[in-house]
C-alpha cells in the first residue's frame, strides 16, 4: 500500500529554520513528483513546493528564496528546508504522491498524515 509520512515539524522563532522530511513507500509506477502543501485553519490547502524525478519544481510566490525542496533517491524521501520563518507559515504541512507534466504539478489523493509547523512571532 502506499505510504506517506512526514515529520520535521515543531515550534520555532519567527527567523528560524526547521527542516520537514517525506518518507514514501508503495508508490505506484505512475508517480514521478512529490509536493509539499500546508493548510492553515480555516484557509485553503495550497501548493508550497513539488519536485519531480526529473529535477523540476515549483514554489509558491510567498516561500521563493526561503524555502528549498530536495530529494534523495536511495532514501525515497523529499525534504523541505525551511529558512527565514514567518508567523504566517504556520500551519499543518502535508506531502502528496502526484505527477508533473515539466510545467505544473498535479495532485493525487495520497496523502501524509500531517506535521505541525508553529512559527511565534
Known amino acids: 500500500q502506499v505510504q506517506l509520512v512526514e515529520s520535521g515539524g515543531g515550534l520555532v522563532q519567527a527567523g528560524g529554520s526547521l527542516r520537514l522530511s517525506c518518507a514514501g513507500s508503495g508508490m505506484p509506477f505512475s508517480i514521478n513528483a512529490i509536493g509539499w502543501y500546508r493548510q492553515a485553519p480555516g484557509k485553503q490547502r495550497e501548493l508550497v513546493a513539488a519536485?519531480?524525478?526529473?529535477?523540476?519544481?515549483n514554489y509558491a510566490d510567498s516561500v521563493k528564496g526561503r524555502f528549498t525542496i530536495s530529494r534523495d533517491n536511495a532514501k525515497n524521501a523529499v525534504y523541505l528546508q525551511m529558512n527565514s520563518l514567518k508567523a504566517e507559515d504556520t500551519a499543518v504541512y502535508y506531502c502528496?504522491?502526484?505527477?508533473?507534466?515539466?510545467?505544473?504539478?498535479?495532485?493525487?489523493?495520497?496523502w501524509g498524515q500531517g506535521t505541525q509547523v508553529t512559527v511565534s512571532s
Open positions: 502528496n504522491a502526484g505527477w508533473h507534466d515539466g510545467e505544473y504539478y498535479y495532485p493525487t489523493n495520497y
Open positions: 519536485i519531480s524525478t526529473g529535477g523540476n519544481t
